[in-house]
C-alpha cells in the first residue's frame, strides 16, 4: 500500500512539474519567445519571431540607449516615438516605424531595438545604436589648390562632421558639376574613406579627380533656315542682312561653335550645358530682333562624337518675319504721343524688332524711360502689348504708368574704405532734395569710376523707393 501512494505521489508531482513547464511555454508562444531563463516570472533577452502574424500588446516600463555617445538620451528616445508607459505591439508598427526614423537621418550605420526583458504584460526595450564615423580631415587628389577652395565651399562637408552616403553622393554630385561647367565633361570623381588615427570612428576622406581633357565642339548643325550663306565670305550675313544664315547663327552662338571652322580659330571651344542653354537664348533673341517674331528650336540634341568632342543639332523653325503697322500710346499725360514715338524710334512698317523695343523702352540711356526718369518718374512704366496680328502685321499698343514724382531723401555710400566720404560725395550729381534723374545718377557712377579709386563691375548705384508718410 505504501509502494502504492508512493507510486502516485511521484506521479503526481511529476504532472505539476510538466505543468508548470507547460505554462511557461504558453506564455513564451504567446509572444512567438522560445523557451528563456525566468526569474520570479521574469523572461529576460527573450527573442521576437517577426514573421509572425500573433502579436502581443506590452506596456514599455523602460527604455535604455546605447552607442551613441554624442547624443542625449532623452533626445533619441523622443525622437524614436516611443515612451514610458506607451502600449505597443510585439511584433508591431510602434517599433518597425521607430528603426525606420533613425535610418531615415542617417547618421547610423546600425540600429536595433530589442526586448531586454518582459514580465506579464510590461517590457523593458533597449535601443542600440551605431554612429556613423566622423570626418577627421580631408584630401584632394587630382585638383588644383584654386580648385580646392572652390570645392570646398560649394560640398558643405567640414571636418568632424558625420560621414553618411547622402553626404558623400552629394559631394560627388557637386564635384561632377564643379567640373562640368569647366569644360571637363567626362570628369570622374571618387570619394574613399581610410580609418583616421587621430581618434576612435574618425576617418579621413580623399577626393580623387580624373579630369581627363575638356570636351569640345565637334560640328554645329542647324536645320530649318531659310536663307544660306549667299554672299561672299567678307560679309556676316547676320549683321549684314535681315535674315539669318548658318554663319550668322553659329557667329550668334559665341560659346558654342565647331571647331573646324576658320571663323571660331579664336573663339572659346570648350561645351557646357550652362554655355549651351545661353546661347539658344541668344539664338532665339537674334531672331526676334530680326523680326521673326514666331522663332523657336523645335528640338536639339547633343551627341558624343568621340571621347573629347561633341555633335550639337539644332532643329528650329523660323516662321515669317512681322512688321510694324500701328503703334498707339495709352495711359500718358505727361508727354505726348508723338514725342514719346521720337523716343521709341521705331515706326509704322519698320520690322518688328522686340529687342530694340526692349532696349529703347528700359535700357538705352536716351530711351522711354529716360524721357521720365530724369524728370523724377522714378515710378514709369512701359508695357508693348500686341493688341492685334493679321498676316505679316502687328498692332501694338504702349500701356504707360507714369506714377508720381519721386525726390532724393538721401544719398547712402557702402563700401568706401579709400576716400573721405566728402571726397565721393563731391563726384556725385545727386543730392538730398533734388528731383530723381536716371541720367545723373549713371552720370555719377560713370565719373566715380574714372578716379580708379573704385571697381566699376562692382558699383551697383540703385534707388530704393521710400514711400511719404504724408
Not at 531563463?37 to 502581443?56: E, K, L, M, Q
Not at 561645351?271 to 522663332?295: N, Q, S, V
Not at 540711356?365 to 512704366?381: H, I, K, R, T
Amino acid at each position: 500500500m505504501k509502494k502504492i501512494c508512493l507510486l502516485i505521489a511521484l506521479i503526481t508531482s511529476t504532472g505539476l512539474t510538466l505543468a508548470q513547464s507547460a505554462d511557461s511555454i504558453a506564455v513564451i508562444d504567446s509572444v512567438n519567445v522560445p523557451a528563456a531563463p525566468v526569474v520570479n516570472d521574469t523572461i529576460f533577452n527573450p527573442s521576437v519571431n517577426h514573421n509572425s502574424n500573433v502579436a502581443r500588446k506590452y506596456t514599455i516600463q523602460g527604455i535604455e540607449v546605447t552607442g551613441a555617445d554624442n547624443y542625449e538620451d532623452y533626445v533619441l528616445i523622443g525622437f524614436s516615438g516611443l515612451s514610458v508607459g506607451q502600449k505597443v505591439s510585439v511584433p508591431g508598427d510602434e517599433i518597425s516605424n521607430a528603426i525606420k526614423r533613425f535610418w531615415k537621418q542617417g547618421l547610423f550605420s546600425d540600429v536595433r531595438i530589442t526586448l531586454e526583458k518582459v514580465r506579464g504584460d510590461d517590457c523593458w526595450i533597449k535601443i542600440a545604436l551605431t554612429q556613423r564615423p566622423r570626418i577627421a580631415n580631408i584630401e584632394y587628389d587630382g585638383v588644383k589648390k584654386s580648385e580646392r577652395e572652390d570645392l570646398d565651399i560649394q560640398m558643405g562637408v567640414a571636418k568632424g562632421s558625420q560621414v553618411t552616403p547622402n553626404i558623400i553622393d552629394r559631394a560627388k554630385k557637386v564635384i561632377k558639376r564643379y567640373y562640368d561647367e569647366k569644360g571637363y565633361k567626362n570628369a570622374e570623381v571618387d570619394i574613399y574613406q581610410t580609418d583616421s588615427k587621430t581618434g576612435e570612428n574618425m576617418v579621413d576622406l580623399t577626393v580623387y579627380v580624373d579630369k581627363h581633357e575638356k570636351v569640345k565642339v565637334h560640328a554645329l548643325k542647324i536645320d530649318g533656315l531659310a536663307h544660306w550663306d549667299s554672299v561672299g565670305i567678307r560679309y556676316w550675313p547676320v549683321f549684314k542682312k535681315d535674315y539669318m544664315t548658318y554663319r550668322g547663327a553659329n557667329r550668334t552662338m559665341k560659346k558654342t561653335n565647331a571647331r573646324h571652322k576658320w571663323y571660331n580659330m579664336f573663339r572659346a571651344k570648350k561645351f557646357t550645358d550652362e554655355l549651351y542653354k545661353a546661347d539658344k537664348k541668344a539664338l532665339i533673341e537674334k531672331f526676334h530682333e530680326l523680326g521673326y517674331r514666331d522663332a523657336r528650336i523645335v528640338s536639339d540634341s547633343v551627341q558624343k562624337y568621340d571621347e573629347k568632342h561633341v555633335d550639337v543639332t539644332l532643329h528650329l523653325e523660323e516662321g515669317q518675319r512681322y512688321y510694324i503697322r500701328n503703334i498707339d500710346v495709352v495711359g500718358n499725360s505727361i508727354h505726348s504721343s508723338d514725342k514719346i514715338k521720337d523716343y521709341l524710334m521705331m515706326k509704322r512698317g519698320d520690322i518688328y524688332n522686340q529687342v530694340k523695343m526692349r532696349k529703347r523702352i528700359n535700357e538705352d540711356e536716351d530711351g522711354v524711360s529716360s524721357l521720365y526718369m530724369d524728370n523724377g518718374y522714378l515710378f514709369f512704366q512701359m508695357e508693348p502689348i500686341e493688341v492685334n496680328i493679321e498676316g505679316d502685321s502687328v498692332d501694338l499698343e504702349l500701356r504707360v504708368t507714369e506714377g508720381p514724382q519721386a525726390h532724393i531723401n538721401q544719398v547712402v555710400i557702402n563700401g568706401n574704405d579709400r576716400l573721405y566720404e566728402h571726397v565721393v560725395r563731391r563726384e556725385l550729381r545727386v543730392r538730398p532734395g533734388e528731383l530723381f534723374s536716371k541720367s545723373d545718377l549713371i552720370r555719377s557712377a560713370r565719373e566715380l569710376a574714372q578716379t580708379g579709386h573704385f571697381d566699376p563691375e562692382k558699383m551697383n548705384p540703385r534707388p530704393v523707393p521710400r514711400l511719404s508718410s504724408r
